[in-house]
Nanobody
Framework: QVQLVESGGGSVQAGGSLRLSCTAS????????MGWFRQIPGKQREGVAG???????DYADSVKGRFSIARDDATNTLYLQMDNLKPEDSAEYHC???????????????????WGQGTQVTVST
């Protein structure tokens, strides 16, 4: 059964940090690409970061230098370290997986196949 469960969201002031975690089933964690996207109600989903099963990472321009994606294959856990957060980073963040590498190459959500319920991140000024 595919299952992705996110945790670690919360409220912080601008400039602060949060680390999101996502636990996945073993089969899901073997996906070619895993990543994070975010969504604000009424707006299109935005791919944030992706990590391939060979460890290569990709980031949206809006988060480069501030966010870092990592994976722990021993515990089937995906992480997103978010530093120097800005109010525009406020959104619901979802962990996701795809069998192909399309999402990791493009960060376009159309390549995603499964995702979790999400965790809310709110950044205040």
């Amino acid at each position: 059964q595919v299952q992705l469960v996110e945790s670690g969201g919360g409220s912080v002031q601008a400039g602060g940090s949060l680390r999101l975690s996502c636990t996945a089933s073993e089969d899901t964690f073997r996906s070619a690409c895993m990543g994070w996207f975010r969504q604000i109600p009424g707006k299109q989903r935005e791919g944030v970061a992706g990590i391939r099963n060979d460890g290569r990472t990709d980031y949206a321009d809006s988060v480069k230098g501030r966010f870092s994606i990592a994976r722990d294959d021993a515990t089937n856990t995906l992480y997103l370290q978010m530093d120097n957060l800005k109010p525009e980073d406020s959104a619901e963040y979802h962990c996701a997986a795809a069998k192909g590498r399309g999402f990791c190459r493009s960060l376009h959500y159309r390549y995603l196949e499964v995702w979790g319920q999400g965790t809310q991140v709110t950044v205040s000024t």
